[in-house]
């Protein structure tokens, strides 16, 4: 079935460890992102990538980085995880850059992270 | 900059009746507007987009979006809601993002359909 896999489902961190979200599309999208969810919040964009071997910053960058080295995976890790940034990350992609796309994006399942 | 706001943090309706899940937006232009749906431990679905044409936008699970320009609103509605519908809807609306675009979403209505 043709979407975005992340991994892990759910994690348990400890603050000051450093960790890597996966994310991997099969649908030869050429865009993706990564958003947390928090309560009352909404989903707010953290990374993202026009195309492979591009990425650049979203809304709430600090903390995190990505990488883009083919078209289907998209990693996101935390260097040195916090307590505020227990969230639960979703992976997206959409085609042609979100310009033609008529779904907008294709999302993940998500992670839920909690850094203790 | 784009936004969108979702007035009310939750919705409650009986089964049978009419749903309205209300969102607003500021936008610079023409606005591109989605909805999508959360079930638990879900990840969000696609339930419709406005773009242009008809005002009134039909999309999945029986769903429609009203665009208004002058009350700058994307109403989500259906006309008999199934307590299957309870979900957290988000709307979003599209925004220019260096040479491609991001979705800006909203911060969510939980929708409670009750028997």
């Known amino acids: 079935i043709a979407g975005i896999t992340q991994a892990p489902t759910s994690q348990i961190l400890a603050a000051g460890r450093r960790m890597t979200l996966r994310c991997t599309q099969d649908?030869?999208?050429?865009?993706m992102y990564w958003y947390r969810q928090d309560l009352g919040l909404g989903l707010r964009l953290i990374h993202y990538s026009n195309t492979a071997g591009t990425t650049g910053k979203g809304e709430v960058p600090d903390g995190y980085s990505v990488s883009r080295a083919n078209t289907d995976d998209f990693p996101l890790t935390l260097a040195s995880a916090v307590p505020s940034q227990t969230s639960v990350y979703f992976c997206?992609?959409?085609?042609?850059?979100?310009?033609?796309?008529?779904?907008?994006?294709?999302f993940g399942s998500g992670t839920r992270l909690t850094v203790v | 900059a784009q936004s969108v706001a979702q007035p009310e943090d939750q919705v409650n309706v009986a089964e049978g009746n009419p749903l309205t899940v209300k969102c607003t937006y500021s936008?610079?232009?023409?606005?591109?507007l989605f909805w999508y749906v959360q079930y638990p431990n879900r990840g969000l679905q696609f339930l419709l987009k406005y773009i242009t044409g008809d005002n009134l936008v039909k999309g999945s699970y029986g769903f429609e979006a009203e665009f208004n320009k002058s009350q700058t609103s994307f109403h989500l509605k259906k006309p008999s809601a199934l307590v299957s519908d309870s979900a957290l809807y988000f709307c979003?609306?599209?925004?220019?993002?260096?040479?491609?675009?991001?979705?800006?979403f909203g911060s969510g209505t939980r929708l409670l359909v009750r028997p």
């Open positions: 649908m030869r999208h050429n865009a």
């Open positions: 979003a609306v599209r925004d220019r993002m260096d040479s491609s675009y991001k979705l800006i």
């Open positions: 997206a992609s959409s085609d042609s850059s979100g310009q033609g796309d008529p779904y907008g994006y294709t």
């Open positions: 936008v610079s232009g023409n606005p591109y």
